[in-house]
Every structure is written in structure tokens, then in C-alpha cells.
């Protein structure tokens, strides 16, 4: 066991592994087996569908194994960085829904959070400086 083991690790060193957005790629992979599942009863051409699902399977499973074998790092961390992003970004959004509003800067297009406030509002942007109004 302990000679796998070993050859496992140097197959793997340099390589850039699991992250969060493998993960997500693969329980996107089983959702939609499970769409699969449902969507070939209620289909008449039950052939066409599985051809489709199969061709989106693989693809995922693809994509998965490219990102985990890949020795790229850096890119494969900038991709996760920005998936990991973009749902942090949703999640404060939901979160300050009420007490706050996302505006983005029209000139470097950075995303701003703003207290909720009714009427027209200036607003000096703290990356570029640029001053722009927002309706509350």
C-alpha cells in the first residue's frame, strides 16, 4: 500500500489538485444525472436525451480532471478566486438586501456597496475617484 501511496504523490506532485470550484463541477456532474434520470422518463426520444446528457457529463468530467491534473496553477487559483468571488458577492447582497445597494463605478466598473438612502446620491468611488450619481 505504502508503494501506491508514494507513486500517487509523485504523480500528483506540481499538479494542481481539488478546489472549490471542482467541487461545485462536480456536484453540478450529479445534478445532472439526476436531471437525467427524471428527464428520460417523461421524454419521447429517450436516444437524443441520453446522447445530450452524455455528451454534458463528459464534458464536466472533462473539465474536472483538466483542472485537477493541470500544472498551471496560478491560472487554475484565479479561476476559483473568481468563482469563490462572485457567490461571496451574492451572499452579502442577500444578506444586506435591506440596509444596502451593489452599484458598480461606470468608469473602472469595481462593485460598490452603498447605504440604502431614497433620492439621487453622489458618490466619489474609492478606486478611481470618479464622482457619480445613484437612486436610492
Known amino acids: 500500500m505504502g508503494k501506491i ?11 494542481y489538485g481539488t478546489d472549490t470550484l471542482n467541487k461545485a463541477l462536480l456536484w453540478c456532474y450529479v445534478g445532472l444525472i439526476l436531471v437525467q434520470m427524471i ?10 436525451a441520453t446522447f445530450v446528457f452524455m ?6 468530467v472533462f473539465v474536472i ?7 498551471n496553477i496560478a491560472k487554475r487559483r484565479r479561476e476559483n478566486e473568481r468563482f469563490t468571488s ?3 458577492l451574492v451572499r452579502n447582497k442577500h444578506r444586506d438586501r435591506k440596509t ?15 447605504p440604502k438612502a431614497k433620492g439621487k446620491h453622489t458618490v466619489v468611488c474609492p478606486k478611481c475617484k470618479n464622482r457619480f450619481e445613484v437612486r436610492g
Open 65 to 71: 480532471f483538466f483542472r485537477m491534473m493541470s500544472r
Open 86 to 88: 462572485y457567490f461571496k
Open 100 to 114: 444596502h445597494v451593489y452599484r458598480k463605478c461606470p468608469s473602472c466598473k469595481v462593485t460598490l456597496r452603498l
Open 39 to 48: 428527464v428520460t422518463v417523461f421524454v419521447e426520444n429517450v436516444a437524443y
Open 5 to 15: 501511496k508514494s507513486a500517487l504523490y509523485r504523480f500528483m506532485y506540481g499538479r
Open 55 to 60: 455528451i454534458l457529463e463528459w464534458t464536466l
